[in-house]
């Protein structure tokens, strides 16, 4: 459920006609909605509200400032992945005791800034990763508080990039000799072992995948124990799907329902690291329409959004609705939209029926809100789009469109590259 609707067919984001953002900013441009963001994390975080539990928010889902401050406003912890992370987090007001740090390449300068801000604690992916952590906490006479990630080897069935469960990635500790690297933990001095931790994948539509994770995390927690281990957190990941077109998901009260069930009797405080399912379908990003062209064996349209935009579609071959801004009365054709970078993956969507469309209207890929403007690159030296967000009546350039000098920012032409002078 989101609040982008169409009244007197025009597109509305709330109570905001996004042709009247159009009219002020340059497109594309990325569009959240503060009330859908707000209601899909009251819905998922309420869902969990009889068990002790933290959710934290999965910031490389979308990183924005003005988006995690409103999660942080909502009591949110963050799950992040890097310094930079870490740094957006503190800056829009993040509890640092809800923050979680998970990630298999964990650099030095990365862990010591997260030992310093004293976070809840590191998911930790690799037995060297231990030591360095260890060792780092020693140096700085502190404790590290740890979690080992656990490798289920688990199918998601999901796209093969967005797996993350299965012993040929390179995620986590295999569930094998995880009881081991306990033990190993456990002589580290400088570290507190204080939960579990597993992440399967991203854009998961089936239940049963997180059950068959979870009860093989249980027997660890049950064997840990045993040897004297006990563990006060546990931390499912993230990987809730969302509806991009005809999936159809389990709702967060489903999934939360399901877990619980499986967690009854555990005396641990569930960690989630929701991130698609929070912000996927709050956004969009608006595009114009710059040409339209025929071949012999296609229809373009050409729009001023490109992969460096959107990569999704190009990346995954993702699917992503594009409708009208203005509902025209134009008849339907195939098309294929495409962006200006020069190549042919270079694409939003692919034989796709749509209106027909005229250079200067406006298009709207929806569910844009997750992995959109945070995978957004600067190729063909674009300037990067500006993120709106939008509050009832209100919107707010919460990023700047980047300029020129932006994109050359930190360049520099060595002095014997320079003509000589005569
Ligand atoms: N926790 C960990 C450790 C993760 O690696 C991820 C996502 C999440 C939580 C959040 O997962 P979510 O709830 O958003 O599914 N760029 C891809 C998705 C990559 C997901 C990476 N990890 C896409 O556009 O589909």
């Known amino acids: 459920m989101h609040y982008f609707h169409y009244k007197n067919k025009e597109l509305f984001c709330e109570e905001v006609p996004l042709r009247a953002i159009a009219r002020r900013v340059e497109t594309p441009f990325y569009v959240y909605s503060y009330r859908t963001l707000k209601r899909h994390f009251k819905a998922f975080d309420s869902a969990f509200a009889q068990a002790p539990h933290l959710t934290c928010y999965s910031v490389k889902a979308n990183s924005n400032l003005a988006v995690l401050r409103a999660f942080f406003n909502l009591g949110a912890g963050a799950d992040i992945v890097s310094g930079g992370e870490l740094m957006r987090a503190l800056n829009a007001g993040a509890d640092p005791r809800k923050i979680v740090f998970s990630g298999v390449g964990k650099k030095k300068e990365e862990i010591e800034y997260a030992l310093d801000s004293d976070i809840l604690l590191f998911n930790v992916e690799s037995s060297q990763e231990l030591k360095i952590i260890n060792l780092i906490a020693r140096k700085a006479g502190k404790v590290a508080r740890i979690a080992l990630r656990i490798n289920p080897d688990i199918d998601p069935s999901t796209h093969p990039y967005i797996t993350t469960g299965l012993n040929e990635n390179k995620f986590g500790i295999d569930i094998k000799t995880s009881l081991q690297q306990y033990r190993e933990a456990r002589k580290l001095k400088n570290l507190e072992i204080v939960g579990v931790d597993c992440h399967i994948g991203s854009q998961l539509t089936d239940i049963a995948p ?13 064997q840990l124990k045993k040897e004297g281990i006990n563990i006060s957190y546990l ?139 945070v995978m957004s690159s600067n190729y063909n030296s674009r300037a990067r789009a500006a993120e709106v967000m939008v509050s009832g009546k209100d919107f707010y350039v919460v990023r700047e469109h980047e300029s020129y000098e932006d994109l050359i920012r930190g360049e520099s032409i060595p002095e014997f590259l320079n003509p000589k002078r005569r």
């Open 235 to 373: 931390d499912l990941g993230g990987g809730l799907g969302i509806t991009y077109s005809e999936e159809t998901p389990p709702h967060p009260k489903q999934y939360a329902r399901a877990l619980l069930k499986e967690l009854k009797g555990m005396k641990c405080t569930l960690i989630l690291e929701p991130g698609r399912v929070l912000t996927g379908n709050a956004g969009i990003i608006v595009t114009r329409v710059l040409y339209t062209k025929k071949s012999e064996k296609k229809n373009f349209v050409i729009v001023d959004a490109g992969m460096n935009d959107l990569i999704r579609p190009s990346l995954y071959g993702a699917f992503q609705e594009i409708v009208p801004v203005k509902i025209s009365r134009a008849r339907e054709i195939v098309v294929d939209v495409v962006g200006p970078i020069c190549e042919t993956g270079d694409f939003l969507a692919r034989d796709r029926r749509l209106p027909r469309f005229r250079p200067g209207e406006f298009l709207a890929v929806m569910s844009s809100g997750a992995y959109g403007f």
């Open 210 to 222: 997180f059950i068959d994770a979870l009860r093989s995390i249980k027997d660890l927690i049950f």
